[in-house]
């Protein structure tokens, strides 16, 4: 592929919502998370998406706990750590807000309300802003969150306020229950509805997510996979580990053409400032 920016893969290795017992290499612990996202990186992840939980395996937005998850990271390799402003959906916003304060170099910011399954997530305007202005006060990188079209239009007011900067980087969340479906043509459709100039990643969830991996990977965009999004290799087969989703993105990538972008290259194609 000529003129296409490397590929910047995402690893979100553990979620809010999966469990042990449904996909029993689930990495829930520090220690498994950051021994996770070097695996991860070792196989060609440039950033790894976090949510932390507590010693039970519930999902927790402890400041704490994710200081000790981003600092084990950091104690073993140069990956972007990025942790999540979403939580579960029961997480109230001062909750989801904590894993700021530790300024990250990025952070995921939802940018509307939608179904998720048989729950709501839900982002009202407040939130977002408030999200959003502590990542501007912080120097953070917002990953734009969109799970419905909707989302991409808040987004851009939050830019006409000032609160946001262009360029802007979205990850299309896509084939959750309640929300936008994981087809090729949604993908093409909200690709087509952001500003020229931004970045763009897809994260399909369950069976849409290699498809819309492959299209990504084809269309100069980046990819997202893991365990948050997706527990199998194939229908019917656990995959092994998170670090097994990504070596497969990275097989298909190269046969694509597709180079790979290392952390640092990320930070570069992104606009972060270590
Ligand atoms: N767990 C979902 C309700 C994010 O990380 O920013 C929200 C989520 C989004 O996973
Ligand atoms: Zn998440």
């Known amino acids: ?43 060609g992840a440039s950033i790894v998406h976090v949510h932390a939980r507590d010693p039970e395996g ?11 998850i981003k600092e084990k990271i950091e104690a073993k390799c140069n990956i972007i750590v990025q942790p999540s402003t979403g ?7 001062e909750e989801r807000i904590q894993p ?12 509307g309300t939608c179904n998720f399954g048989k729950d709501i997530f839900a982002n009202p305007e407040e939130y977002i802003e408030r999200f959003a202005l502590e990542m501007k006060k912080r120097g953070i990188k917002p990953e734009i969150e969109v799970f419905e079209r909707g989302m991409i239009e808040n987004a851009l007011r939050l830019v006409k306020k000032g609160i946001l900067e262009p360029p802007l980087h979205f990850d299309f969340v896509m084939g959750v229950p309640g929300a ?13 509805c952001i500003p020229p100039g931004s970045t763009w990643s897809v994260a399909g969830i369950g069976r849409y997510e290699l498809p819309l991996a492959v299209h990504a990977i084809a269309m100069g965009g980046h990819v997202r996979v893991g365990f948050e999004d997706n ?12 670090a097994q989703l990504v070596e497969r993105i990275v097989r298909i990538a190269k046969e694509l053409g597709r180079e790979i972008a290392t952390p640092d290259e990320a930070r570069e194609i992104l606009g972060i400032r270590r």
């Open 231 to 242: 527990i199998y290799y194939r229908k019917g087969e656990l995959a092994k580990s998170n």
């Open 58 to 68: 519930k999902p927790t937005q402890s400041l704490e706990i994710y200081r000790e």
């Open 87 to 93: 939580g579960a959906v029961w997480h109230t916003v």
């Open 100 to 111: 700021l304060y530790l300024n990250p170099e990025m952070a995921t910011l939802s940018t």
């Open 180 to 192: 936008i479906p994981g087809n090729i043509q949604d993908l093409v459709y909200l690709v087509n």
């Open 1 to 43: 592929m000529v003129d296409t920016q490397k590929l910047i893969i995402t690893a979100a290795v553990t979620g809010a919502e999966v469990t042990k017992k449904q996909q029993p290499n689930l990495p829930i612990t520090p220690d498994e998370i950051a021994e996770e996202a070097y695996r991860c990186y070792l196989s």
